[in-house]
C-alpha cells in the first residue's frame, strides 16, 4: 500500500467550506483507505491505499461533492512526492512560515512569472506541480496575485514538513 497526502482546497479557511476533520476521517474511512489522519482543520489528510494517485483523488472528490454539494478540490500526493516538494524547496535557509508550496494538479504554466501581479519582497520559483513563494515580510501585507495559483492550494513548509513526516508513519 502506498501513502498519500490529500490537501483539500478552501476548506475551513475564512468561514468558508467547513468540514469537520472527524468527517473527513470517516469519508476516507468509508472509501476504503487506512490509517487515516488528519492535520490541522483545514483539509490535510494523510492514509494509505492500494489505488493509483488518480483513483485516490477521483474517489475522494467525488465524496466531498456529494458531502459538500459543490465540487471540493483536492491535490494528492504520494509520500515520494511530499518529501521531494520539501527537498526542492528552494528556500530552503528562509522561515518555514513564511514559505508556501502551492499545489497544483499540473506543472505550473510557462507564462506563470510574468503573470504574477503585486509583487513586492516576495521571491517565486516554480516547482514540479507547484509554485514555491517566500514572503520575505510575511503575508499579511502582501498584495501579491499569481493567476496560475488560483485553482492551486498553499501550504506552508512548517505544514509540508508535518505531513511528510505522518505519512512516512504509516
Not at 488560483?150 to 508535518?162: D, E, I, L, S
Amino acid at each position: 500500500m502506498a501513502a498519500f497526502i490529500a490537501l483539500l482546497r478552501a476548506v475551513n479557511v475564512g468561514g468558508t467550506g467547513k468540514l469537520p476533520m472527524t468527517e473527513l476521517k470517516a469519508m476516507c474511512e468509508a472509501l476504503g483507505f487506512a490509517g487515516v489522519r488528519t492535520y490541522i482543520a483545514s483539509g490535510n489528510v494523510v492514509f494509505t491505499s492500494r489505488k493509483s494517485e488518480s483513483a485516490v483523488k477521483k474517489a475522494l472528490e467525488a465524496a466531498l461533492e456529494s458531502y459538500a454539494g459543490k465540487p471540493v478540490g483536492v491535490m494528492v500526493r504520494t509520500l515520494a512526492e511530499m518529501q521531494a516538494v520539501l527537498s526542492d524547496n528552494p528556500f530552503p535557509k528562509a522561515p518555514a512560515n513564511r514559505t508556501m508550496a502551492v499545489f497544483l494538479d499540473a506543472p505550473p504554466p510557462g507564462d506563470t512569472l510574468k503573470a504574477v501581479k503585486g509583487r513586492k519582497d516576495e521571491a517565486i520559483k516554480l516547482g514540479r506541480r507547484e509554485i514555491y513563494i517566500h514572503y520575505g515580510d510575511g503575508m499579511g501585507q502582501s498584495k501579491l496575485v499569481v493567476p496560475a495559483a488560483k485553482t492551486g492550494t498553499a501550504r506552508n513548509m512548517n505544514t509540508v514538513a508535518a505531513l511528510a513526516k505522518m505519512a512516512a508513519e504509516l
